[in-house]
Protein backbone atom coordinates (compact mmCIF):
# COMPACT_ATOMS: atom_id res chain seq x y z
CA UNK A 1 0.00 0.00 0.00
CA UNK A 2 1.22 3.50 -0.95
CA UNK A 3 1.25 6.40 1.32
CA UNK A 4 -2.02 8.56 -0.15
CA UNK A 5 -3.76 4.79 -0.24
CA UNK A 6 -4.62 4.88 3.48
CA UNK A 7 -7.34 7.29 2.56
CA UNK A 8 -8.83 5.32 -0.02
CA UNK A 9 -11.45 2.97 1.58
CA UNK A 10 -11.36 0.27 -1.62
CA UNK A 11 -7.74 -0.81 -0.17
CA UNK A 12 -7.58 0.11 3.56
CA UNK A 13 -11.20 0.24 4.69
CA UNK A 14 -10.11 0.69 8.12
CA UNK A 15 -7.87 3.69 7.40
CA UNK A 16 -5.45 4.46 10.15
CA UNK A 17 -6.60 2.00 13.04
CA UNK A 18 -3.59 -0.24 14.32
CA UNK A 19 -3.27 0.45 18.28
CA UNK A 20 -0.27 2.21 19.75
CA UNK A 21 1.73 0.64 22.44
CA UNK A 22 3.75 2.66 24.88
CA UNK A 23 2.87 6.03 24.40
CA UNK A 24 3.46 8.75 27.40
CA UNK A 25 0.56 8.98 28.91
CA UNK A 26 1.81 12.69 29.84
CA UNK A 27 0.88 13.32 26.00
CA UNK A 28 -1.27 11.02 24.58
CA UNK A 29 -4.80 9.72 25.52
CA UNK A 30 -4.40 7.07 22.83
CA UNK A 31 -2.97 6.50 19.12
CA UNK A 32 -2.93 4.96 15.84
CA UNK A 33 -1.02 4.09 12.93
CA UNK A 34 -1.11 2.36 9.84
CA UNK A 35 2.38 1.39 7.79
CA UNK A 36 2.72 1.95 4.59
CA UNK A 37 5.35 1.20 1.50
CA UNK A 38 6.20 4.66 2.27
CA UNK A 39 6.08 5.11 5.81
CA UNK A 40 3.65 5.23 8.76
CA UNK A 41 0.73 7.53 9.31
CA UNK A 42 0.36 8.00 12.79
CA UNK A 43 -3.41 9.68 14.45
CA UNK A 44 -2.96 10.06 17.93
CA UNK A 45 -4.84 12.33 20.20
CA UNK A 46 -3.85 14.69 23.13
CA UNK A 47 -4.59 14.72 27.01
CA UNK A 48 -6.29 17.04 28.44
CA UNK A 49 -3.23 18.89 30.18
CA UNK A 50 -1.33 18.98 26.82
CA UNK A 51 -4.78 20.54 25.32
CA UNK A 52 -4.40 23.41 27.81
CA UNK A 53 -1.09 24.10 27.12
CA UNK A 54 -1.42 23.82 23.44
CA UNK A 55 -5.24 25.12 23.15
CA UNK A 56 -4.92 26.04 19.46
CA UNK A 57 -2.35 24.72 16.57
CA UNK A 58 -2.30 27.47 14.50
CA UNK A 59 0.05 26.92 11.20
CA UNK A 60 -0.89 30.64 10.10
CA UNK A 61 1.06 31.18 13.08
CA UNK A 62 4.98 32.19 12.52
CA UNK A 63 6.35 30.09 15.96
CA UNK A 64 3.75 27.76 15.47
CA UNK A 65 4.46 26.75 12.05
CA UNK A 66 8.19 26.93 12.83
CA UNK A 67 7.83 24.30 15.46
CA UNK A 68 5.39 22.02 13.46
CA UNK A 69 6.65 22.47 9.82
CA UNK A 70 9.19 19.49 9.90
CA UNK A 71 5.77 17.22 9.80
CA UNK A 72 4.83 15.43 6.80
CA UNK A 73 1.21 16.03 5.57
CA UNK A 74 0.45 17.42 9.16
CA UNK A 75 -3.60 17.16 9.87
CA UNK A 76 -5.14 19.44 12.50
CA UNK A 77 -8.35 19.50 10.92
CA UNK A 78 -9.80 17.89 14.12
CA UNK A 79 -7.80 19.12 16.89
CA UNK A 80 -9.94 21.64 18.02
CA UNK A 81 -12.77 19.43 18.83
CA UNK A 82 -11.15 16.21 19.23
CA UNK A 83 -7.54 16.50 20.41
CA UNK A 84 -6.54 14.62 16.89
CA UNK A 85 -3.17 15.18 14.85
CA UNK A 86 -2.50 13.39 12.25
CA UNK A 87 1.02 13.00 10.22
CA UNK A 88 3.07 10.73 8.27
CA UNK A 89 6.26 9.96 8.82
CA UNK A 90 8.27 9.04 5.95
CA UNK A 91 10.58 5.86 6.21
CA UNK A 92 14.05 7.54 4.25
CA UNK A 93 14.07 10.17 6.78
CA UNK A 94 15.00 7.92 9.36
CA UNK A 95 13.36 9.54 11.79
CA UNK A 96 10.98 8.83 14.52
CA UNK A 97 8.72 11.86 14.44
CA UNK A 98 5.98 10.66 16.68
CA UNK A 99 8.95 10.60 19.34
CA UNK A 100 9.75 14.77 18.44
CA UNK A 101 5.87 15.63 18.32
CA UNK A 102 5.58 14.07 21.91
CA UNK A 103 8.77 15.88 23.00
CA UNK A 104 7.99 19.19 21.64
CA UNK A 105 4.41 19.43 23.14
CA UNK A 106 5.70 18.26 26.48
Same mark, same amino acid.
Not at 57 to 77: A, G, P, R, S, V
Given at each position: ?6 ? @? ?21 ? %? ?6 ? %? ?8 ? =? ?9 ? +? +? ?8 ? &? ?10 ? @? =?? /? &? ?5 ? +?? @?????? /?????
Amino acid at each position: MKKNDVW @NEEINPDFISDTLENLNTDVWDR %GYYKETDD %GIWYEVYVVD =QIKKKFPKIDL +N +NQDQNKIFEK &FHDLKIDYYMSD @N =QI /T &FFSPKKN +NQ @NYLDIL /TNILI
